[in-house]
């Protein structure tokens, strides 16, 4: 059994997206792969280029574009040879998106977890469920806060173990047909 991780950098529990360009930085793969990684520990451009198999060059574009709206910045230096190494890291350890989250992909998210989602023959994961209640909003929208809640539990959770799990929950409301209510009931 590994050991769990706590991050290696001071992190606020949340930070808002809500800028027309935090909302497009989002929008890129890489850059939430990026932000991923860096919920584990503090890492330079080099390192992250190395987890993920690509350029240094393509880190430091989408490590500048995620500083220039707020969602990583520099948490520390070292000094190697004559170069001086900038270690990366996250500003909030969740980040909440406000507004309109894509104009032309609504549902990113779960095509997101769909492409990530993997099935491991033997295991009990992935688990999902889809529920539906006729409910009032209030009531949705208290689900919808408790769900909030759990995520936030889910991913302050001590980095360990070998793999990466997702989670992903939500309320949506739909267009399924309901009775009329009856009379006297």
């Not at 860096?38 to 574009?65: C, E, F, M």
């Not at 889910?154 to 997702?166: N, T």
């Amino acid at each position: 059994m590994t050991t769990p991780r706590e991050l290696d950098y001071p992190i606020v529990d949340e930070v808002i997206a809500d800028s027309p360009e935090a909302l497009k930085a989002l929008g890129s793969e890489t850059r939430l792969l990026l932000l991923d990684l860096l919920l584990d520990r503090a890492a330079t451009t080099s390192q992250l280029a190395d987890a993920l198999d690509i350029p240094k060059g393509t880190v430091g574009y989408h490590l500048k574009v995620l500083a220039s709206v707020g969602l990583v910045h520099i948490v520390r230096t070292r000094k190697v040879r004559a170069m001086t190494e900038k270690y990366y890291g996250r500003v909030g350890r969740t980040i909440v998106m406000g507004g309109k989250v894509s104009a032309t992909d609504p549902l990113y998210m779960i095509h997101g977890a769909l492409r990530d989602v993997r099935r491991v023959e033997g295991e009990a994961l992935p688990m999902f469920t889809v529920r539906r209640a006729r409910i009032p909003q209030e009531r949705a929208e208290e689900f919808a806060e408790a769900i909030a809640h759990i995520a936030a539990e889910f991913a302050s959770e001590p980095r360990a173990g070998d793999r990466v799990y997702g989670m992903l929950a939500g309320v949506y409301p739909t267009d399924l047909p309901t009775f009329e209510d009856a009379e006297g009931t």
